[in-house]
């Protein structure tokens, strides 16, 4: 089963969502807006909600980008749910270190690796 | 050997978020490659202009549609100088809690200007706190 909006594509893969980004730049606050209400709807949907976000088509995050996350990790935490993020280029895990944001989140190299953590 | 880059120095006057930022991104996108910047000293400009730029509009002028944000930037060989000024009364960015806590590293907001601060060399704001000046020296 495939769902895309304009900015995001959600696909769900033996009930697990996994969330590509269409745009290389997720800099715009509306954007991000519209980003953070699809995946919260994603999360909502479903009971114990397992998600993968791939970045592998990610160039530019701004702190907002970063604030969506984090609001969507609270949010699967409550929900009994898990969220693993993959595929992130280096300059952006950087910024991922930079913010220690890298401690709360669980980041994995590929696809396959994320699914794997997952319980 | 090519004769240096020309000094990019210009000026602009920011309306909304997106109108006239773009144009900002790619100006200053082509000189730092006219005067060699390589692309992590892109990323990071970038990031710290989008980052500048947003909190002008945001905190600065409250998204009030009749203010606006002034950017200033001077790029040559060595170095690169931004400056972002908003209409608003201005902060005190050590007022700002530290993102990177543990009390406050779920919090959704907040850390702007930290990266600000890591991806450039230096980054000052200037009294009231409504300019910020960034400056990216290419490494010696």
């Known amino acids: ?119 | 050997m090519s004769e240096p880059a020309t000094v990019f120095e210009r000026e602009y006057t920011l309306h909304d978020l997106r109108t006239g930022l773009e144009e900002v991104h790619e100006d200053v996108a082509s000189a730092l490659s006219a005067h060699r910047y390589d692309e992590g000293a892109a990323f990071a400009i970038r990031l710290a202009i989008e980052e500048a730029v947003v909190n002008g509009f945001r905190h600065g002028n409250r998204n009030d549609p009749s203010k606006v944000v002034f950017f200033r930037v001077r790029i040559d060989d060595r170095s690169s100088c931004f400056e972002v000024e908003d209409q608003g009364p201005g902060f005190d960015p050590k007022a700002i809690p530290d993102p990177t806590d543990q009390f406050n590293i779920e919090m959704p907001s907040g850390r702007g200007v930290m990266l600000i601060r890591a991806y450039m060399t230096e980054a000052e704001y200037i009294p009231p706190g409504n300019k910020v000046r960034m400056i990216y020296r290419k490494p010696a």
């Open chain 1, 1 to 119: 089963m495939a769902a895309s909006s304009s900015h995001i594509s959600i696909r769900k893969i033996d009930g697990i969502s996994r969330i590509d980004f269409v745009d290389r730049n997720i800099l715009d606050e509306v954007n991000i807006h519209q980003i953070s209400v699809e995946l919260m709807k994603v999360i909502e949907s479903e009971f114990r909600p397992k998600m993968v976000v791939v970045f592998n088509n990610v160039d530019h995050l701004s702190s907002a980008a970063f604030g969506v996350f984090v609001a969507l990790k609270n949010r699967m935490d409550s929900r009994d749910g898990q969220l693993r993020l993959c595929e992130i280029k280096p300059r952006i895990r950087e910024a991922f270190a930079i913010t220690k944001l890298d401690r709360i989140f669980s980041i994995h190299d590929s696809f396959d690796a994320a699914v794997k953590s997952l319980n």
